[in-house]
């Protein structure tokens, strides 16, 4: 699946209303609460902000409820699909002109509920693709969940702009899952940060030239460190481009 959705990133842009204050952006978080946690922060730390006045005004919904994502891509778990309607609906009535989504196996789901409830969604996958692009990158690896690549979200957004997607083999899969569970059950310990650390030093021996960490939980176990090619943060990706959007209404 792709995002070959009409409300797109650069409809946002132009459509948001200025006149020295941005408009009111809808995060649809929860999944997980720690990545929705990691997201906030890095959108206060992206906004070129001197007073709590210059902050980007957010509504969250933080609905932990909403079934697992990936096990629905892969024909083993319940439509997540009302359950994100219920919050991405309750984020327009609460006035929200823009949607961020800081969990890159939803953007299977949200892209048509976004047109559905007329609130224009700055797409994670777009962003982050358009960075790699706009870095010269050839080849990218990828730390996600197995319904994001099974999706295809990012091996079709890369490919439109001429990068190759290289995905872990079957044993280094179940490692980035075991990594992304322990995150989510808030037991993440080093021994899956060396587990992740692994996988991408496969992928980059493979000619990954950056390693993307696809799922919004990945760079609470990976730092990146100790990485032989550097580690693309797509959660820090959106909220700059969020800030970036904000600085620009206002201005």
Not at 26 to 36: D, S
Not at 63 to 90: C, N, W
Not at 212 to 231: F, H, N, R, Y
């Amino acid at each position: 699946m792709t995002q070959g959705h009409g409300r797109t990133r650069e409809r946002a842009e132009r459509d948001t209303p200025s006149g020295g204050r941005p408009g009111l952006v809808g995060v649809l978080g929860g999944m997980g609460p720690a990545a929705t946690v990691d997201f906030y922060r890095k959108l206060v730390e992206e906004t070129a902000a001197t007073a709590d006045q210059e902050h980007v005004p957010v509504v969250i919904w933080g609905d932990p409820r909403v079934p697992d994502r990936s096990l629905s891509l892969l024909g083993g778990g319940e439509d997540p699909t009302p359950h994100l309607r219920r919050g991405i609906q309750a984020l327009r009535r609460a006035g929200c002109e823009v949607l961020a989504v800081p969990c890159n196996t939803a953007h299977a789901f949200v892209p048509a509920l976004a047109d559905e409830a007329g609130i224009e969604l700055v797409s994670i996958i777009e962003v982050t693709a358009d960075a790699l692009a706009a870095d010269g990158v050839r080849a990218a690896g990828l730390l996600a969940t197995s319904g994001t690549l099974r999706s295809g979200l990012y091996a079709g957004a890369l490919r439109r702009r001429g990068v190759t997607a290289l995905e872990p083999g079957e044993a280094g899969q179940r490692q980035v899952m075991a990594a992304i569970a322990a995150v989510k059950a808030g037991h993440a310990g080093p021994e899956h940060g060396r587990a992740l650390e692994d996988v991408a030093r496969t992928l980059a021996a493979r000619g990954a030239e950056r390693i993307v960490a696809a799922c919004t939980e990945i760079v609470l176990s990976l730092d990146g460190s100790g990485l032989p090619v550097p580690l693309v943060d797509p959660a820090r990706l959106l909220a700059g481009r969020i800030a970036a959007l904000a600085r620009r209404c206002a201005g």
